[in-house]
């Protein structure tokens, strides 16, 4: 995992969204983050310089200060089961938040309305690189993007 520059964020590749929506987490990410026994995945706004988003467990959102996204999409502890529907997009303070699945191939597959919400379409590649300790960000736009676009080396998750 490149760090592109000294003190910069830790990069673990490009991913990129398909036709059917779909998009890989990369492998370093997937097992950093402890996803290899999740079914389902959230998703956090990223920051407005950035875009993007970042994806998280329930298990990392789990801490009081996550309590209000986790309720909001009606997030059940005992049998890690959602009321809302995966990829329908919850408001909660100005941010939007839903949940969704993650495949067995290390996908997750967002939805025509998720990618209009994140002003993305099929074929756009997303940066990832570590973000907080909650999860990847998926990175859109934004001074790292650019650098990143200078590195060839950079592994690309299709």
Known sequence: ???????GKYIFGWSVIHEDCSLRIPD?????????NQRKLIILPG???????TVSSTQKLSGERFKSILNALGYNMINNSFKVPDK???????KYYCWIRLYPDQCIK?????LKH??????DRLLVGRGSHVG??????????????RHPEIELFN
């Open 1 to 7: 995992m490149p760090q592109l520059v000294k003190g």
């Open 136 to 149: 990847p960000a998926f990175i859109k736009s934004g001074v790292i993007v650019e650098e990143a676009k």
């Open 47 to 53: 920051s407005k310089s950035s875009g993007g988003f």
């Open 28 to 36: 370093e990410a997937f097992v950093e983050y402890g996803y290899q």
């Open 110 to 114: 967002l939805s025509g309305l998720l």
């Open 118 to 123: 994140f002003g993305l379409h099929p074929g």
């Open 88 to 94: 329908t997009l919850i408001q909660l303070n100005q």
